[in-house]
């Protein structure tokens, strides 16, 4: 019951805000940071617990199904962090509806990384579209954003309801996400079905040559928004391949392993050289999210255990270190209204705590040892040498070392060289921005010295036995 | 040979559609009687009141099976189900008249729209040829007139164009009851199901010619074209009332014909057009649905597709997917009149409120109207929380079952496109930039409300207690 509180608290409690007065910005940021953390807690408490209501019987059996453990338990606790550090600071035009769209984004998602059952992920994976829309169309900065965003993500979401169906008609079950040791589902079906799957995971990471809607979807979304977003809701798609096409379609996913691994290689290098020649300083780290995401795609189909561990610690610290970016950018847009690398300099002279903040965090992003990049590259980069693909392992190095000049000339671009006459200069970060990136930052540092915890979930249910050798 | 009706004589098998008739009789009388600011109301609730004790009555004989009038009517869940979906659909359509200012001869018209309804329940029973004319035709006659209720010159095109439409179409049908009856020498859907008579021409191209005439009542492409223009042009209620009533009608007799009487080694070859139909009308639907500029056109072109995904349903004639047929009916009502009821909310003294270009900023203007209308829309495009989106799940499932799947990759199509469709309408109430519009008298018909209100709950009720009518199959034949 606890279980399905922390899916339905943020949910129903972000519609609830709409009963606060329209313009009082402070009662209404203080109800939905208080929703925040107590998800956040609810998260905590409910460890280990699974919940299961009945849905339907037929044409096929499936149930409301959720489960905190695992994996799930990382994304949501990620989530439910990031969620709470993006909406201490917010401060947009229209905040409690806003702020309403966060606590649904919030709830959808928690579903999604929650559910046991294929069709409860689907109807979360289309839910979860619904604020990220609302937002682009109400705060964005071009409507046709909105309309990419969605349709990229919607024709994905069509893709995974077809093929869920189809599973479950097949399969006789949809509730089967995360049970180990579970019978194959050997059928003639298995490549479409395992196809619908891709296509809205590749979609929704996203892979190249699927992410032309990402770099201006993360630009022009509100810089609350994207940091919750660009952590957490494009894990969904590499979630995805880890508990649904590796453990439930391992024939299909085997046969496409080579194909999944050159979409990665290609994205890794193309983000990355694209990164380095970015002006927008969101679309660059937009970019670099690409690189970054397709690096852990190499690791989940290098069918390695080393590089699923080192996957997963890698999800976690991309989400951490990217929503921390972009909460970062979004004071500095805020405070100087702009955010181009063109227009912007010198800012760490009169804000050396924004600058000392932003310097961590890219130091996490370009992979510094000690920082949660690094363990999560290192690990992956083992796992696809151990899994025998050198090749592979030998050229993610190449954009691991692009990372460090994109990513110093963002920070230096911004932060370094001569201050620009004509900004204007404003106050340091205060002290509610910086309570809202100091958790993000402990937990790069502690996942960087110690990533033991993220690390040892239990691998059986997610199928890695069944490695093959390439 | 046909049976001596009078041998079987049941009334009770159509005691619900005679409460109907009758309250029909009594909103007239009542317009007599009372006088000067209740008339409406009492109107109404006359109205609301008859059609509430029809929809109990009807419950009450689910799981009953039996023929009465020698075979004409058929009484048994699948009935009953159809019946209460028209009933409904007829409630939800009496009670917007509250919020619709325009009502010249409103008791004439609530009368009308319930003789209509009846229309509709007997062909949701009908187990011969003469009946399914008798109902298409009452249902047909009343909403005629209906359409030409009201003052805009639009109604008058919208009426003659739905008569002499329409009329072509019973042609059409009454054409193709003669071929049957000249294959088989019975009118009895039950007699016509001989697979010796199944393969001989007269009753092929009988099937064809009566297609045309459903298809027309379903408002498939290429039967469509009059749908958005009568659409536009009748009263807000008489729209919302044909877009879920008249189809629920007419696809039971369509059902009723492809399980009952069709033979199950033929099934498959002749019903196959349909299903070239449907997913063409899928597609024509929802494209057709992008360019409109009118709320009710909108809707018009949307139910053109969403009959075609209930069709898709019926693909293989199997036994669950007719109950997901009609499972996506109930929600295809409840979706499509809650958005009815939305745009009766807008409407003012003078003008319905279904110009898309209204909606612009209904999101700051009028929040929880706005909430309202987003969900209805998200339903209709399959999105969850709805029973859309389950509705669809459970189509897809039952298409690839059946072997079908082209059908749902049409489907699948289909609903990419309605996409744009529904959240250019979301985009427009919720869009940055909005000039506060004039303040303006709000319409706030509290019975439109509760109509708003019980169509999202039930929306969200039937995602997550998905009831789906269990013993329906037996009870077609």
Not at chain 1, 93 to 122: H, I, K, Q, V
Not at chain 1, 165 to 181: E, K, L, R
Not at chain 2, 140 to 151: F, K, N, T, V
């Amino acid at each position: 019951m606890a279980l399905v509180a922390v899916v339905m608290l943020p949910v129903l409690a972000g519609l609830a805000l709409y009963a606060l007065p329209r313009d009082d910005r402070r009662i209404c940021k203080i109800a939905a940071c208080g929703v925040a953390l107590a998800t956040l807690v609810l998260v905590v408490l409910t460890h280990g617990q699974s919940a299961t209501y009945g849905w339907l019987s037929r044409p096929f059996t499936a149930a409301f199904h959720f489960s905190n453990g695992g994996i799930s338990t990382w994304i949501a606790l990620l989530l439910s962090l990031c969620t709470l550090c993006a909406i201490l600071t917010c401060n947009v035009p229209r905040l409690r509806n806003f702020l309403t769209l966060m606590l649904l984004l919030e709830g959808s998602m928690m579903g999604l990384f929650l559910a046991r059952d294929l069709l409860l992920f689907a109807l979360f994976w289309d839910l979860m579209l619904i604020p990220v829309f609302l937002g682009l169309v109400g705060w964005g900065e071009h409507t046709a954003t909105a309309w990419r965003y969605l349709i990229y993500n919607f024709a994905g979401g069509l893709t995974l309801l077809l093929a869920t169906a189809a599973f479950g008609i097949a399969y006789g079950s949809t509730d089967v996400i995360g049970v180990a040791g579970l019978a194959h589902l050997g059928n003639v079906w298995q490549p479409w079905i395992f196809a619908g799957f891709a296509f809205a995971f590749l979609v929704k990471t996203p892979v190249w040559p699927l992410h032309t809607w990402m770099p201006a979807t993360y630009a022009d979304t509100p810089s609350p928004m994207v940091a919750v977003v660009s952590a957490v809701q494009s894990k969904a798609g590499l979630y995805g391949f880890i508990v649904i096409s590796r453990a439930l379609l391992p024939e299909s996913s085997h046969a496409a392993a080579n194909l999944m691994i050159w979409l990665g290689i290609v994205g890794l290098l193309y983000g990355a050289v694209v990164a380095l020649v970015q002006t927008d300083a969101k679309r660059l780290v937009a970019y670099s999210s690409l690189s970054h995401l397709g690096l852990i795609l190499i690791a989940l189909f290098s069918f390695n255990e080393l590089a699923l561990r080192g996957a997963v610690i890698y999800i976690i610290a991309h989400g951490l270190f990217s929503s921390a970016l972009f909460l970062v950018l979004g004071y500095v847009e805020q405070r100087e209204e702009t955010r181009s690398l063109l227009r912007l300099g010198g800012l760490g002279w009169q804000n050396p705590r924004i600058a000392g903040a932003f310097c961590l965090v890219a130091l996490a992003a370009l992979g510094l040892p000690g920082l949660a990049g690094f363990s999560g590259e290192l690990l992956i980069l083992a796992g696809v040498f151990q899994s025998g693909n050198i090749s592979a392992a030998l050229v993610a190095l190449v954009p691991i070392v692009i990372a460090s000049a994109y990513m110093l000339r963002l920070f230096q671009g911004l932060m370094n060289g001569p201050q620009i006459a004509d900004l204007p200069i404003r106050k340091d970060l205060s002290w509610l921005e910086g309570l809202a990136l100091a958790p993000l930052i402990a937990a790069l540092v502690f996942l960087g010295v110690y990533p033991q915890p993220v690390a040892s979930f239990d691998a059986s249910s997610y199928a890695v036995h069944a490695a093959v050798k390439k | 040979m046909i049976a001596n009706p009078y041998n079987s004589l049941d009334w009770n098998a159509v005691i619900p559609l005679l409460v109907v008739s009758v309250t029909a009789l009594a909103v007239l009388f009542a317009d007599l009687v009372a006088r000067g600011g209740v008339k409406r109301v009492v109107c109404i609730a006359i109205g609301l009141a008859g059609l509430a004790v029809a929809a109990v009555l009807c419950a009450k004989s689910y799981g009953q099976s039996y023929s009465s009038f020698g075979g004409g009517f058929i009484m048994g869940g699948f009935t009953v189900v159809f019946e209460e979906l028209i009933v409904l659909s007829a409630i939800f359509s009496v009670a917007l008249y509250s919020a619709v200012g325009e009502a010249r001869h409103l008791a004439g018209s609530i009368a009308l729209l319930l003789w209509s309804a009846a229309g509709a329940m007997l062909m949701a029973g009908a187990g011969n040829l003469m009946t399914i004319f008798l109902g298409l035709e009452l249902l047909s006659l009343a909403l005629y007139c209906l359409c030409g209720m009201s003052r805009r010159t639009t109604a008058r095109e919208s009426a003659l164009k739905y008569l002499i439409l329409s009329s072509t179409a019973s042609g059409f049908m009454l054409y193709g009851m003669a071929l049957f009856f000249g294959a088989t020498g019975s009118v009895s859907l039950a007699a016509l199901a001989n697979p010796a008579t199944a393969a001989s021409p007269l009753f092929l191209v009988g099937t064809a010619l009566f297609f045309i005439g459903i298809a027309f009542k379903l408002s498939l492409v290429p039967f469509h074209v009059w749908t958005p223009d009568v659409y536009e042009g009748a009263p807000l209620p008489v729209t919302a009332f044909m877009s879920v009533a008249t189809k629920a009608g007419a696809l039971a007799v369509l059902v009723r014909f492809a399980y009952a009487t069709l033979p199950s080694i033929h099934v498959r070859e002749i019903l196959l057009p349909l299903y070239v139909v449907a997913a063409i009308s899928m597609l024509v639907g929802n494209l057709a649905a992008l360019a409109q500029t009118d709320m009710k056109r909108l809707l018009a072109y949307s139910g053109i597709a969403q009959i075609g995904y209930i069709l898709v349903a019926l693909a293989g004639t199997t036994a669950l997917g007719l109950r997901y047929a009609v499972f996506y009916l109930a929600a295809y009502l409840f979706m499509n009149l809650g958005a009815f009821a939305v745009v009766a909310l807008m409407s003012t003294e003078n003008e319905e409120g279904s110009r898309i270009a209204a909606f612009h900023g209904l999101g700051w203007r009028r929040p929880w109207l706005a909430a309202a209308m987003a969900f209805f829309l998200l339903g209709l495009a399959g999105f969850p929380p709805t029973a859309g989106f389950i509705g669809k799940v459970l189509i897809l499932a039952s298409a690839v079952g059946a072997g079908y799947a082209w059908l749902a990759g049409f489907l699948i199509l289909g609903t990419a496109i309605s996409l744009y469709v529904y959240f250019k309408i979301l985009r427009l109430m919720y869009e940055r930039d909005q000039q506060r519009a004039a303040p303006v008298v709000e319409n706030s018909s509290a019975l439109a409300w509760v109509s708003v209100g019980v169509c999202a709950i039930v929306t969200v009720a039937l995602t997550f207690y998905p009831l789906v009518p269990s013993n329906i199959i037996p009870l077609v034949k």
